[in-house]
């Protein structure tokens, strides 16, 4: 018991740091903040009236999930450049295990991702109020925000996973193809539903487009045909960003214990 | 005297270690069959010329790196089949200053302790402890970013003394600092003198002269001599240290070149 409690102690004084790191580093506001702001309110004013999916309540939970693949391009930046310090260099040789390091970071970077999926969900609010565009706002948004936490704790553990396997000009460019793959495939701003049903279905089997149809669910229960998407649909996409999670959670562990901690050997 | 592992360090017994390292197809022997034992309290330095080792078996020792060939045991603990025993009763000043740069002096400080185990209340105290042992008081609050190399450089070092290790390993630990804070550091690691197993590695031979209770030479991977200041000036028939370590150093140079 002793042992589990100083464990987690080890954790959250390292994710501590983390989030230390990132607040104070102004990157981590244009990345986390600035850019997906930017592109709710860019993409809502431009193309709201030429399509109904860039309304308010079906491009937010879009947006919401792919602000969360600048947290985890931020991720592998933090990741890939710890390991080329000495800084993380000395915590090796302190009593720190594996899965402190990599849930210390998990646990600042899905903070930071969720923070930033609720000031999207704020923002879309405010932008809603003032346009006059309310019919959407509900207690149903706090589900639909929530609802992609596996998604961005998805997108953080890939982020240590680039992390702890590129160095720091390699795995940028890495994220950016996860970005623009996210960016298109999860239908936050291109309607999936009216495209081939075998593109449909490639899209359903990555996490993106499942995560951002569960916000959709939770908010207004149709898709962007106003076809209903009832409890069952959630599910079905829900499970999809939680294996996902998992699985990538996993392989962050992994990478981290065979890759970065053996490169002070 | 207490009965406590901490109040007089942890004993380190090196048997055979070896590294060797292959890169693009070169083999490097960095530490070549090291047999060492180190008592509890002692103060021991480890000297020798640029690539001679010394930072690799500081590695080895400090579970960092493993072992190609043999191992060692600290205050008892294998280094290779108890390396989390042995963590806990180290801690490594590395040859590189080690710091976090978008902390202040103070959460690099209790970070560290934190990490090896101090309670929070705990930590500050210790922290309180460096910061006026090692002079950083001015710079408490200030990110680390922002000091100037010898002062990251203290930091560095304190960060590896406020765990209160059973076994310290300095390497270079000096290197980059000004008169005064070398002055200041012996004095600091004077202290630590019997109550902590001191390894240290250091180019500055006055350094180990006179802090340390016994030297031991490297060269090539591979301990050249072993014994107080006295007996290795002996052995070579020197007067001065420094030219009984040129002696040692230098005896088989050229052999292990590539
Ligand atoms: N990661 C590595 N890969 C390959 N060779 C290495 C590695 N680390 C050290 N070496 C080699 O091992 C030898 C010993 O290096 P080491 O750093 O232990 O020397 P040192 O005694 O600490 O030297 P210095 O006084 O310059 O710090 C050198 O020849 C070095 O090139
Ligand atoms: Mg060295």
Not at chain 1, 76 to 93: A, I, K, P
Not at chain 1, 170 to 184: K, N, T, W
Not at chain 1, 223 to 232: S, Y
Request: hydrophobic share 50%.
């Amino acid at each position: 018991m002793a042992a589990t409690s100083k464990r987690s102690n080890r954790m959250l004084l390292f994710a501590g740091r983390v989030l230390k790191e990132i607040l104070r580093d102004p990157l981590s506001f244009i990345f986390c903040l600035g850019v997906p702001l930017v592109l709710l309110l860019a993409m809502y004013f431009l193309f709201s009236p030429t399509a109904p999916w860039f309304e308010l309540e079906f491009l937010t939970p879009g947006i919401a999930v792919f602000s969360g693949t600048f947290t985890m391009l931020y991720m592998t930046l933090l990741v890939s450049r710890d390991r080329s310090t000495w800084f993380l260099m000395r915590l090796y040789t302190s009593p720190m295990k594996d899965a402190d390091f990599v849930l210390g970071y998990a646990l600042s970077g899905v903070l930071v991702g969720m923070c930033q999926v609720l000031i999207c969900w704020l923002t879309a609010v405010v932008v809603g109020l003032c346009a006059g565009n309310t019919g959407w706002i509900s207690w149903r948004i706090l589900p639909a925000a929530l609802c992609i936490l596996p998604m961005i704790a998805g997108f953080v553990a890939v982020g240590i996973l680039f992390g702890s396997l590129f160095s720091d000009k390699a795995a940028p460019g890495l994220s950016s193809i996860v970005i623009s793959g996210a960016g298109f495939l999860s239908g936050a701003w291109m309607p999936i539903e009216t495209l081939s049903e075998g593109f449909q279905s490639f899209c359903a089997a990555l996490p993106f487009y499942p995560a951002v149809q569960c916000g959709r669910c939770l908010l207004v229960g149709k898709n962007i045909l106003g076809e209903p998407m009832g409890m069952d649909v959630f599910r079905r996409h829900f499970v999809v960003t939680v294996i996902y999670a998992v699985v990538l959670t996993v392989c962050a562990v992994l990478a981290f214990k065979l890759k970065a901690r053996r490169e002070a050997d | 005297m207490s009965t406590a592992q901490n109040a007089r360090g942890a004993s380190i017994e090196v048997q055979g270690l070896t590294k060797i390292y292959k890169s693009r197809g070169k083999t490097v022997t960095a530490v070549d069959n090291l047999d060492l034992s180190v008592g509890a309290g002692e103060f021991f330095s480890l000297l020798g010329v640029n690539g001679a080792g010394k930072t690799t078996t500081i590695k080895m020792l400090s579970c960092l790196s493993v072992p190609t060939a043999g191992t060692a045991r600290i205050g008892g603990f294998d280094i290779r089949t108890q390396a989390d025993k042995v963590r806990q009763i180290i801690n490594v000043s590395p040859q590189n200053t080690a710091v976090a740069l978008n902390l202040t002096v103070r959460e690099n400080l209790e970070l560290t302790a934190g990490l090896w185990g101090a309670a929070k209340a705990d930590a500050r105290t210790a922290a309180d402890r460096v910061i006026a042992e090692l002079g950083l008081g001015k710079t408490a609050d200030s990110l680390a970013r922002t000091l100037s190399g010898g002062w990251q450089r203290r930091l560095s070092i304190a960060m590896a003394l406020i765990t209160e290790p059973s076994v310290l390993f300095l390497d270079e630990p000096t290197l980059g600092l000004d008169v005064l804070a070398r002055r200041e550091l012996w004095n600091v690691i004077q202290k630590l003198k019997g109550r902590v197993t001191v390894i240290l590695t250091t180019h500055y031979l006055e350094e180990a002269e006179a802090l340390s209770d016994r030297i031991g030479i490297m060269a090539d991977g591979q301990l050249h001599a072993l014994g107080t200041v006295s007996e290795l000036c002996a052995l070579t028939g020197k007067e001065r240290f420094e030219d009984a370590f040129v002696e040692i150093a230098s005896g088989s140079a050229g052999k292990g070149e590539d």
